[in-house]
T-cell receptor
């Protein structure tokens, strides 16, 4: 059973608008959450993270929100740019499990000019 | 600059062949990981290693083995390749648990393996 789920396999957004990617998790032991971005034929690259003691983390155009009670996090990209077109993976880790990351299935984002 | 390299970008093998996938990192990281990526399933952990000569099973270890003889190198071995092992294989590394950025893993470019 997938402990981290990204229920939207794809998302299409107009350039300049907001992209919102969602991620749900089931394991209450997860205490750190990360977003990775992946272009075709490349490895994933780290984008932004958030600790479970926070509810928001912002880095430039990227903001991650965490709702612990709902076991839900989201990534906002504002404004979206064509270079943001990629697959985005949500990942979670638990200190008790060491440095293992559990990944969601990914959301493919297409930003249209 | 952080770098994880994988020996091949594309590989085609036949069913039953023994396959070696090599991964090298130059960041002196203690932790190394092997994942496979399949559409809709995200990245699934096959094996990982916290130290030289040490290995632990991930979520889907069946059909795979690993070797870590040196700190910088982590090899994934398919003892007898099967068609259901056709996938993108990704290697990653990270600093030791407990350091400031221990959660972040650095990935190689991946190896697209096709088993015929």
């Amino acid at each position: 059973d997938q402990q981290v789920k990204q229920n939207s396999p794809s998302l299409s957004v107009q350039e300049g608008r907001i992209s919102i990617l969602n991620c749900d998790y089931t394991n209450s032991m997860f205490d750190y959450f990360l977003w990775y971005k992946k272009y075709p034929a490349e490895g994933p690259t780290f984008l932004i993270s958030i600790s479970s003691i926070k509810d928001k983390n912002e880095d430039g155009r990227f903001t991650v929100f965490l709702n612990k009670s709902a076991k839900h996090l989201s990534l906002h990209i504002v404004p979206s740019q064509p270079g943001d077109s990629a697959v985005y993976f949500c990942a979670a880790s638990a200190e008790a499990a060491g440095n293992k990351l559990t990944f969601g299935g990914g959301t493919r984002v297409l930003v249209k000019p | 600059d952080v770098k994880v390299t994988q020996s091949s970008r594309y590989l085609v093998k036949r069913t039953g062949e023994k396959v070696f996938l090599e991964c090298v990192q130059d960041m002196d990281h203690e932790n190394m990981f092997w994942y496979r990526q399949d559409p809709g399933l995200g990245l699934r952990l096959i094996y990982f290693s916290y130290d030289v000569k040490m290995k632990e099973k991930g979520d889907i270890p069946e059909g795979y083995s690993v070797s870590r003889e040196k700190k910088e190198r982590f090899s994934l071995i398919l003892e007898s390749a099967s068609t259901n092992q056709t996938s993108m294989y990704l290697c990653a590394s990270s600093p030791a648990t407990g350091t400031a950025i221990y959660n972040e893993q650095f990935f190689g470019p991946g190896t697209r393996l096709t088993v015929l």
